[in-house]
């Protein structure tokens, strides 16, 4: 006879039938009821012995932590909150845990923090916060896949070591086969990549981006989902050395198109979790209930976990150039009394003050803002009619920040060689880029999604090395 | 108006609609056809246009890998193959191409090597069997996340950049922040990690498995699907720097089911890619045709592509023991005529030699090798209880060899650190993989296909650069 994983047991099994069940013990209490866990969903079965029928020698070894295999039968459950437990006829113990170390980890029931589970990185999975939290994550990795595939999409792996550092996202860490305590050198004392694995400098990519154009421009709709890394000093609850990042890259699409597909696809991904994910996002939406009361008053976020999705999947984004953003900025409050760290002035980057304004308290809605100065903007990124801004836009939500980057590409081989002039682009360097505009250039945009960033929005956890099963940040690579 | 991709219009589109076409012309003939490709479908649509009803500067730009949109009505075709064409009543060019460079490149009708095409990595999308690979290539990876979805697997993102390197797999590349013209050292002149990014040597994955393992631990059934790296100095046809792995791990499973579990997965996805790319795998099918033509009699395939892929789908898997392999071996026609280039006897490695004729002459079939000699195979496979043998199991296929490599997992923590002191490994490195044996542990099972070489098996490739989209091996990092 199979085992029933948990969820399909509570989901469909009926009272009388014969069940084996195999899991970890989340509590025993009273000698007589077992709780039960499996992965396979956040809710336990009961499992009720009869002490006096058991070895006690087997009973001993039921304590949290301790890996069990129960055989009974279903019956109706008589405690409130779930509908059947078992009434166990054979328990075998399959692997033990002794109560003296679980206390000292992740495993016993008493809630540690956070920051202490990080370093139980291994072990964290087993709590409830973190069991939701990677079930919701596989839900929106497999939404994200689905969304693109019913819509005729091809995934694309594009290259995670790469000699092209065009891109111009960020500081990129160096690949190499070198031994470090003694790297070849030329006669003049300079780095002998001649000898290194790909006979030149190589770094961990930063975008699939530009190689994602290639194929959308011979496939029509691509989109990647993998790691890009960044190598920057940055400690805080939004940055990651290591993440994952989903871009779409579609031929003919001009920046409303653009516009219009993000929406889209956000609203899909929140829908999705809201339809699929139920019972792991209520227990977060608990959870998050519980910190927001924690909060001063002024800080709180009036709507729930659930009800910020919801928000999501029902209403439209606000739409805003750039130009009015700095307008609404500079009749602000904020701004007139001086609050703002940074100055608002046409020309100048956006800050995290500014956004945070806008989407919390001028619209309390996510908002699309589009049409950059091109000199804060990529090289990349489609020139306008007016010769100041380009085609690009952000998406912001609420409590997140930007979540989405994205912008229409430049077609126009004249318009982008001299964009690659402007940026101190060699041409040699993104010859392969230029050819794509040689050989029918045709329009096309696309955008980049911060996976962990969406993972947030829809576990409500509010720093992102607890949503990304072993954060990489500087000085942890553990594990 | 929006435009309809091509495959859509092939397939429910009806004589008399109005539609829009937007693609890259893939020929040009009589003055009169135009064959339209968006990417969406290996099929080109046919556009007529009377010649004289249209502006000749324009008709004059509309050659081979130039991008247009032609709008017009659909009638039924003339010719044969196709069903449907379009009656032209504008055509605009999105985006010219010069014939002359055309000529030099991958877009011009034609056929190139595919060594040639290789160094166009950026362009041989447009062709049409790099557009049927991709596709594959995507459909294989949509319905690997489907299978296990259906199931109820969790995808887990385990680390690519790790301090771990007991996994032992193979060389792996060193990743680094430090400029390597002035690698920071100690006063005892090593290199100074203290200073680097992470504040220790870290190197790319070689596989996510020890960190899948602490997920199955938890979350019962879990997998991965991401980027793995060797820095091997391989330049086969069957090895790339860096490449695409997915790596189930399943609680409570033993060798048995693992190799039920490979057998059911590899079935449906010959199924899937049978049943949703049959004008891809049907244009792939005459491709491999033609190559198999050109081979001496003796190496041809007798079995076409799809014979092979349905071969897979409907027949059983072959399952043997190591031991019965070496038994049969020594008793097979090559090793009493001396024709193995390497010896065969109980404890050494089967080479690809040995592996062929297994599946290629003994069984034409594919075949599971289980339960290898304990010290051929890796620290942590479940040791049987003869004392000499690992509860290991090779999946090989014909013409591709090695496709899957699993193991059931040693769960037992006393054998675990005996046999982390047989293979020189320090239990320190690997206190978090013990710690799993510490709390609850369980037998468990997983396995590792390597995606690229099931991307071949689809599609007939045979170099396994042409089924990456941009191969790295050695010298090799470019775009």
Chains 1, 2 share one sequence.
């Not at 989340?26 to 070895?55: C, K, L, P």
């Not at 779930?82 to 170390?101: F, K, M, R, T, Y």
């Not at 069991?131 to 990795?141: D, M, Q």
Request: hydrophobic fraction near 40%; glycine fraction near 6%.
């Amino acid at each position: 006879m199979k085992h029933t994983k948990i969820k399909a047991l509570l989901e469909t099994s009926e009272v009388g039938e014969k069940v084996i069940v195999k899991g970890w013990v989340r509590a025993f209490r009273s000698n007589r009821f077992i709780q039960i866990n499996d992965g396979s969903t956040i809710n336990n079965i009961q499992a009720v012995i009869e002490y006096e029928n058991f070895d006690e020698a087997i009973l001993k070894k039921i304590s949290t932590a301790a890996a069990v295999e129960v055989q009974g039968t279903l019956i109706e459950s008589q405690g409130k909150g779930q509908s059947v437990e078992i009434a166990v006829e054979n328990v075998q113990i399959l692997g033990e845990a002794n109560p003296d170390e679980v206390q000292k980890t992740v495993m016993q029931p008493k809630k540690h923090s956070l920051e202490f589970l990080r370093e139980q990185a291994h072990l964290r999975f087993r709590t409830n916060t973190f069991g939701a939290v990677f079930r919701i994550r596989h839900g929106l990795t497999f939404a994200i896949h689905k969304f693109f595939n019913d819509k005729g999409y091809y995934n694309l792996h594009t290259p995670i070591l790469t000699s092209s550092d065009a891109e111009g996202a960020g500081e990129m860490f160096h690949v190499t086969n070198f031994d470090l305590n003694n790297v070849p050198k030329t006669e003049d004392g300079k780095v002998d990549y001649s000898k290194d694995f790909f006979d030149k400098p190589v770094n961990l990519t930063v975008s699939g981006q530009l190689e994602a154009e290639l194929g959308a421009l011979a496939l029509g709709q691509v989109y990647t989902f993998g790691p890009t890394f960044r190598a920057e000093n940055s400690n805080t609850s939004r940055h990651l050395a290591e993440f994952w990042m989903i871009e779409p890259e579609v031929a003919f699409n001009d920046l409303k198109d653009n516009m219009d597909l993000t929406e889209e696809f956000l609203k899909y991904l929140s829908n999705y979790i809201l339809d699929h994910y139920a019972d792991d996002l209520q227990f977060l939406n608990d959870r998050d209930a519980q910190e927001q009361k924690a909060k001063p008053e002024k800080d709180r976020n009036p709507l729930t976990l659930i009800e910020r999705l919801q928000f999501v999947a029902n209403n439209d984004f606000k739409r805003i150039t750039y130009t009015e953003a700095i307008e609404i900025l500079r009749n602000s409050k904020p701004f007139k009394k001086k609050k703002f760290k940074y100055d608002v002035d046409w020309g100048v980057d956006l800050h995290s003050e500014h956004e945070r304004y806008l989407v919390e308290k001028e619209f309390n809605c996510p908002v699309i803002i589009t049409d950059y100065p091109a000199e804060i903007k990529a090289f990349y990124m489609r020139q306008n009619d007016d010769g100041k801004t380009v085609a690009a836009m952000d998406v912001l939500f609420p409590g997140i920040g930007e979540i989405v980057g994205g912008s229409q590409r430049e077609e126009r081989m004249d318009v982008l060689k001299k964009k690659c002039a402007d940026f101190n682009i060699d041409e040699k360097e993104v010859w392969w880029y230029l050819d794509s505009r040689k050989f029918g250039t045709v329009p096309h945009a696309g955008f980049g999604l911060g996976f962990e960033r969406m993972v947030m929005f829809a576990t409500g956890m509010t720093n992102i090395r607890d949503v990304i099963p072993f954060p990489r940040t500087p000085g942890n690579a553990d594990f």
